[in-house]
């Protein structure tokens, strides 16, 4: 039995090139370049589309942990990339062209895979499957994903920033639900007095934006529009929607500020919180220009900046399990940015591990469960997420890192021995499934 890959992008490419390692024959599927999505410009498997940069190399970024954890893994996509790395400081950056031919090239040279270059517009449930078609999939590959998923699909990835805990000044702030519903510790209000408030009405409307791809026709949700978009509407639009002060009294004053930035608790470990409303089309400098001059904000470590572009992804962590798989569809899997996992390192490491899973029950192996200590694991963590209600697409953070059995209070030292905690527990991973891997 043959594992099926539908897509030849990072995710497609890894997965396809991980199960083949496992020993499974694989059949990958991409549809160019006789049909070509908006995104792409050739038909090279593997083709960078946004950038030539897979981030930072350090393993104190949790990227670059991730790398790291997929080279140990004989990742053709790390692999490839160290080999075509150009200069870019401490991130890893590649030769898009020279990348691409060696990924297709690679693929090409493998046995137990064999390419075909056509569109899949239906997908078999009689053996596993691994959807990677990225975030931009072809209006027939829709439709079947719609069917299959429940129509559980999301049209733009409208996401707010996403800031670390420990990085906040928290006596500029205080904790309290609206009318003090729930617990009362889910969200920090930074409140603003009238001359904050209209600074930060003039930057969102004065400071850069990114302007909508070709592809991308700007129609937003009312519910769900860019917070640049509600400051150019009019001076107190803001006051009224997302940054409301009603229900949210200081309860270090009694009084009720002139408006308020609500932060909500992105994890059950409150680690890490959302700017709630804050989805916004502003350029990455100018959101931290922005937001860092918000009271509270100014040393901000921002492990997600905000986004609003069109991007398909399902809801995975009301889908999927842990392995990956459709709840409802077992011999179905699903990898790439169509999960929700934002990045192309994101997006190689959900077709490794799709890819390993799906091979291993197409060969009747024992199934292998990802260690949950390794950044592998908190890309899985961000997919399994149950405690956001409107689940958005993110890289991989330190916040979807279980804490350390012990209190160490220097983060570059707790960054450094959750790194080794995580590759111990991946050296263990990989051995055990190293029984059928060709290297």
């Known amino acids: 039995m043959s594992v099926l890959v539908i897509g030849g992008g990072l995710a497609g490419c890894e997965a396809a090139w991980q199960a083949a390692l496992q020993g499974a024959r694989v059949d990958l599927y991409e549809m160019r370049p006789s049909k070509r999505g908006p995104a792409h410009v050739t038909g090279d498997l593997a083709e960078l589309v946004c ?51 060696a990924v297709q090239a690679r693929i090409a040279a493998e046995p137990r895979i064999t390419v075909h270059r056509e569109e899949v517009t239906d997908i078999p449930v009689d053996r596993p499957a691994i959807v990677a078609c990225g975030p931009l999939p072809s209006d027939s590959l829709l439709h079947a994903i719609d069917a299959l998923a429940g129509r559980r699909l999301n049209y733009f990835d409208a ?10 000044d928290e006596s500029k702030m205080y904790r309290k639900s609206r009318y003090d519903k729930g ?16 600074r930060l009405v003039h930057d969102l409307r004065t400071l850069p934006r990114h302007e909508p791809k070709a592809f991308e026709e700007a129609r937003y949700f009312e519910g769900c529009l860019p917070i640049e978009t509600m400051a150019d509407r009019g001076d107190d639009v803001l006051r009224y929607g997302p940054m409301k002060p009603v229900g949210l009294r200081d309860p270090r004053t009694g009084a009720a500020p002139y408006a308020v930035v609500q932060l909500r608790k ?15 089309r502003m350029t990455w400098p100018a959101q931290r220009e922005a937001f860092g001059r918000l009271p509270g904000m100014e040393r901000a470590e921002w492990l997600r900046l905000g ?25 179905l899997y699903f990898a790439g940015q169509i999960t929700g996992a934002e990045g192309y390192v994101e997006a190689a490491a959900c077709g490794a591990m799709a890819g390993i899973h799906a091979a291993r029950e197409a060969l009747g192996l024992h199934p292998v469960g990802v260690p949950r ?29 279980p804490p350390l059995d012990r209190i160490e209070r220097d983060k570059s030292r707790r960054k450094e021995l959750m790194a080794e ?19």
């Open 51 to 101: 950038s030539n940069s897979l981030r930072g190399a350090s393993l104190e970024n949790a990227v670059g942990l991730l790398k790291e954890e997929l080279a140990r893994l004989h990742s053709l996509i790390v692999g490839t990339a160290r080999e075509n790395a150009v200069p870019a400081g401490g991130a890893l950056a590649v030769d898009r062209v020279r990348f691409a031919a």
């Open 159 to 168: 996401a707010s920033p996403i800031v670390s805990a420990e990085s906040l």
């Open 183 to 198: 617990s009362g510790d889910d969200y920090l209000n930074i409140p603003l007095d009238r001359a904050a408030y209209e």
């Open 266 to 280: 992105e994890n059950a470990q409150g680690s890490a919180f959302n700017l709630v409303g804050f989805q916004t």
């Open 307 to 331: 986004v609003m572009h069109r991007n398909t992804f399902i809801d995975s962590p009301r889908l999927l399990d842990e392995a990956l798989r459709l709840r409802a569809v077992p011999t």
């Open 373 to 401: 200590e390794t950044a592998l694991g908190a890309v899985v963590a961000h997919l399994q997420n149950q405690a956001t209600p409107d689940f958005q697409p993110a890289n991989v953070t330190w916040a979807f890192f």
């Open 421 to 439: 905690r995580a590759l111990r527990a991946l050296d263990a991973f990989a051995s055990d499934i190293r029984g059928r891997v060709r290297v």
